[in-house]
């Protein structure tokens, strides 16, 4: 009996000091308050972010229609076949040694390479993940309705 | 029928032979001692008809339906760690193991009989006590409580009051010597020269790589080499 | 107190990571892969086979990179056989060969490691070599990324492994108190040894998933180093380890989380930290 109240006592202790170690920050989002978007990838933490996206990336068909908001790297290349950019947006595992990335489209009548960023930047999109039959195979894109730059 | 029958057994260790042509035989019921010099290769033997040594050469033969989880054996010593958790009642417990066969958990029987043994062995009231914080003659007793459960028609014993206490060594010859009487066949190695003629119905005495003498204990101090190791005659000059 | 704000922040953004599906499978799985390392743990332990693990485990990264370059889709049909039979050899030269049994963990351990590197470097056709590489080793964000099917698969065998220790207990037990006794007295010892080892791989490769190969040891000996602080008896120290396991899993893949730390080197420091706790509890009640 002795010997298990010590424990329990420790086992207190540990779980006091790492409650300590909390640092999350809660900031609010306009567009979350509304209720627009579905799953805002942008407020999780590294770890989090990294899975979520490769859970996108082997599950597409559950993410149709949602509208989703992330922030990543600018990335972009061209595909000879169809003669024409692609462009994603990439995030890393927290040890930076994994990366996993979503193609995305932006809306309206923008020209690579003018209108987008430089490459490797940090950008925040906002937009829906939409699926799209081209020949051969079926893509998925997020749909940006807005593309900005971030931190 | 003997229960275990030896013919020309050579045995040996780490390529040296340490024995040649043993040969005698055990009988159910029989309490047989084996005594001989240190480093003549009785552990040797215990080892080899526990099938844990493979003989150089000759056979063991077991027979009178006497089957290998018939066997209890208390080995001289038990290699165990220095901070191994186990409860003497576990110790105890894992000596029934070879009648469960397939079965995953001891049935009550396999439980009271453990605590009999326990009690036989005055272990009870240390039963949670952690084993390896008892003292030499509390762990021999467990171990010999364990090898109780296994026996169930023989009980080797491997030096079983060596490092204990004059009035536990009397306690331990008493018990084993009751189980005798219940019809357990004991094939003891002692150093003890005296219990043995005491307690013994055959001897068996191993020295110079041989069998010196093999026979019952009446024949034993009769003969050369028991009237020499017993103390009753003069050794040759 | 800062304390008490800290915790309910902490609820309140675990109970929302919860809703992810990944997230539930990363914390099923990974108790269940606490769970059954912890249970073999006392036993390797209490056989001197600690460095079972890291062994084994570079096996498996071995077998892992000869299924990548043979481009097998599914790398478990080739890494759990011939993690298993490793396994057995190297449980079986432990006693009584020539080669004894911590320099044979060192040969296949190493050479596995450094063969699997190389056949990785040469044949790979994956474009991230070193992440690959780097999630096998730590586990990076691998238990964060499986699927329904990996899940099912690590669910089911973990049942099987967790069944089997329940059934052999007794002789589990009896094999890792006192194995010469056991075959003298005709118990089948080297037949639970071979289970034993079967189960050991099965749980190694499993194990993979949630810390990679190079912290498994980790998973399998603190849980049963922090129990026998304290605990005597071959089944308080089972018991203990397991929740000591879970709770370190539990705790390490939380704070992982929130603070977005590997996971698998964050289990290992919550371990390492149980480990300490009970180290001074188990002195404090000696003294008392």
């Given at each position: 009996m002795?010997?298990?109240v010590v424990?329990?006592?420790?086992?207190c202790v540990?779980c006091?000091?790492?409650?300590?170690?909390?640092q999350k920050?809660?900031?609010?989002?306009?567009f979350?308050?509304?209720?627009?978007i579905d799953?805002?990838?942008?407020?999780?933490?590294?770890i989090?972010?990294y899975?979520q996206?490769v859970?996108?990336?082997?599950?597409?068909?559950?993410?149709?229609g949602?509208?989703?908001?992330?922030t990543?790297?600018?990335y972009a290349?061209y595909?000879?076949?169809?003669?024409?950019?692609y462009h994603?947006v990439?995030?890393?595992?927290e040890?930076?040694?994994c990366q996993?990335?979503?193609?995305?489209?932006w809306?309206?009548?923008?020209?690579?390479?003018?209108?987008?960023?430089?490459?490797?930047?940090?950008?925040?999109?906002?937009?829906?993940?939409?699926?799209?039959?081209?020949?051969?195979?079926?893509?998925?894109?997020?749909?940006?309705?807005?593309?900005?730059?971030?931190? | 029928?003997?229960?275990?029958?030896?013919q020309?057994?050579?045995?040996?260790?780490e390529g040296?032979?340490?024995?040649?042509?043993?040969?005698?035989?055990v009988?159910?019921g029989?309490y047989?001692c084996?005594?001989g010099?240190?480093?003549s290769?009785?552990?040797?033997?215990?080892?080899?008809?526990?099938?844990?040594k493979?003989p150089?050469?000759?056979e063991?033969?077991?027979g009178?339906?006497?089957?290998?989880?018939d066997?209890g054996y208390?080995?001289?010593q038990t290699?165990?760690q220095k901070?191994?958790?186990?409860?003497?009642?576990?110790v105890?417990?894992?000596?029934c193991?070879n009648?469960?066969?397939l079965?995953?958990?001891y049935?009550?029987?396999?439980?009271?009989?453990?605590?009999?043994?326990m009690?036989?062995?005055?272990?009870?009231?240390?039963?949670?006590?952690?084993?390896?914080?008892?003292?030499g003659?509390?762990?021999?007793?467990t171990?010999?409580?364990r090898?109780?459960?296994a026996a169930?028609k023989i009980?080797?014993?491997d030096?079983?009051v060596a490092?204990?206490d004059?009035?536990?060594?009397?306690?331990m010859?008493?018990?084993?010597?009751?189980?005798?009487?219940?019809?357990i066949?004991?094939?003891?190695?002692?150093h003890d020269?005296?219990?043995?003629?005491?307690?013994?119905?055959?001897?068996m005495?191993?020295g110079n790589h041989?069998?010196?003498f093999?026979?019952?204990?009446?024949?034993?101090?009769?003969?050369e080499?028991?009237?020499?190791y017993?103390?009753w005659?003069?050794?040759?000059? | 107190?800062?304390?008490?704000?800290?915790?309910t922040e902490?609820?309140?953004?675990?109970?929302?990571?919860f809703?992810?599906?990944?997230?539930?499978y990363?914390?099923?799985?990974?108790v269940l892969?606490?769970?059954?390392s912890?249970l073999?743990?006392?036993?390797?332990?209490?056989k001197?086979?600690?460095?079972?693990?890291?062994g084994l485990?570079?096996?498996a990264f071995?077998?892992?990179?000869i299924?990548?370059?043979?481009n097998l889709?599914?790398?478990f049909?080739?890494v759990l056989?011939?993690?298993v039979?490793?396994?057995v050899?190297?449980?079986r030269?432990?006693?009584n060969?020539k080669?004894?049994?911590d320099?044979?963990i060192?040969?296949?351990?190493?050479?596995?490691?450094?063969?699997g590197?190389?056949?990785?470097?040469?044949?790979s056709?994956?474009?991230?070599?070193?992440?690959?590489?780097?999630t096998?080793?730590?586990?990076?964000?691998s238990i964060?990324?499986?699927?329904?099917?990996?899940?099912?698969?690590?669910?089911?065998?973990?049942?099987?492994?967790?069944a089997?220790?329940?059934?052999?207990?007794?002789?589990i037990?009896?094999?890792?108190?006192?194995?010469?006794?056991?075959?003298?007295?005709?118990?089948?010892a080297?037949t639970?040894?071979l289970i034993l080892?079967?189960?050991?791989a099965?749980?190694?490769v499993?194990?993979m998933n949630?810390?990679?190969?190079l912290l498994i040891s980790?998973?399998?000996i603190?849980?049963?180093?922090?129990s026998?602080?304290?605990?005597?008896n071959?089944?308080?120290?089972?018991?203990?380890?397991?929740?000591?396991?879970?709770?370190?899993?539990l705790?390490?893949?939380?704070i992982a989380i929130?603070?977005s730390?590997?996971?698998g080197?964050?289990?290992?420091?919550?371990?390492?930290?149980g480990f300490?706790?009970?180290?001074?509890?188990?002195?404090?009640?000696?003294?008392?």
């Open positions: 002795k010997k298990t424990v329990l006592f420790f086992i540990v006091m000091a790492v409650t300590g170690c909390s920050d809660n900031g609010t989002d306009d979350a308050d509304l209720g627009i799953l805002d990838i942008s407020k999780m933490s590294g989090m972010v899975s996206v859970h996108i990336g082997e599950n597409p068909a559950e993410y149709v949602k509208c989703i908001k992330i990543g790297q600018y290349s595909n000879e076949e169809t003669a024409s950019y994603y990439i995030v890393g595992d040890a930076l040694c996993a990335g979503l193609k995305f489209i809306k309206g009548d923008h020209k690579y390479p003018n209108d987008y960023p430089a490459l490797n930047t940090n950008i925040e999109l906002i937009g829906i993940y939409e699926k799209r039959e081209e020949p051969g195979k079926t893509n998925y894109y997020l749909i940006a309705d807005s593309l900005s730059p971030a931190e | 029928m003997p229960q275990l029958a030896c020309n057994l050579s045995l040996g260790y040296k032979t340490v024995i040649t042509d043993l040969s005698f035989h009988n159910a029989d047989l084996i005594v010099e240190n480093g290769g009785k552990s040797t033997l215990m080892k080899t008809i526990l099938r844990l493979s150089i050469k000759g063991i033969v077991t009178d339906g006497l089957a290998h989880n066997i208390l080995p001289q290699m165990v901070d191994f958790p186990a409860s003497v009642r576990e105890v417990r894992s000596g193991l009648r469960c066969g079965r995953p958990f049935n009550r029987a396999e439980k009271r009989m453990a605590e009999e043994n009690n036989l062995l005055g272990i009870a009231p240390i039963a949670k006590h952690c084993y390896r914080e008892l003292s003659g509390q762990q021999q007793r171990l010999l409580a090898a109780l459960c169930r009980l080797l014993l030096e079983p490092g204990l004059p009035k536990a060594t009397v306690e010859y008493d018990v084993i010597k009751s189980l005798n009487s219940n019809g066949t004991i094939i003891m190695i002692s020269i005296a219990a043995s003629v005491k307690f013994a119905s055959h001897i005495h191993i041989a069998s010196l093999f026979g019952t204990t009446a024949e034993y101090l009769k003969s080499a028991g009237r020499i017993s103390g005659g003069r050794a040759p000059a | 107190m800062g304390a008490c704000t800290g915790m902490i609820i309140t953004t675990l109970s929302a990571n809703q992810y599906l990944f997230v539930r990363a914390l099923i799985v990974g892969i606490a769970l059954c912890s073999l743990g006392v036993t390797l332990v209490l001197r086979f600690s460095f079972i693990g890291d485990s570079h096996v071995g077998a892992i990179s299924a990548a370059a043979l889709t599914n790398n049909l080739l056989p011939v993690t039979i490793c396994a050899l190297l449980l030269t432990g006693q060969t080669i004894k049994g320099a044979a060192a040969m296949i351990s190493v050479g596995t490691l450094a063969i590197y190389l056949i990785m470097n040469l044949f056709k994956s474009s991230n070599l070193s992440g690959d590489v780097c096998t080793l730590f586990g990076s964000t964060l990324t499986l699927n329904e099917a990996e899940v099912w698969l690590c669910g089911i065998l973990s049942i099987l492994v967790i089997v220790f329940l059934l052999f207990y007794h002789k037990f009896a094999v890792t108190f006192d194995e010469d006794f056991m075959a003298a007295t005709g118990v089948k080297k639970y040894n080892a079967v189960i050991i099965v749980v190694i499993l194990a949630l810390v990679g190969a980790a998973l399998v603190f849980p049963a180093l922090s026998m602080r304290i605990y005597k071959f089944k308080a120290v089972t018991i203990c380890s397991v929740i000591v396991s879970v709770v370190c899993a705790l390490g893949i939380f929130l603070a730390t590997p996971v080197s964050t289990i290992v420091a919550v371990n390492i930290a300490l706790a009970f180290s001074m509890a188990g002195l404090i009640a000696r003294r008392a």
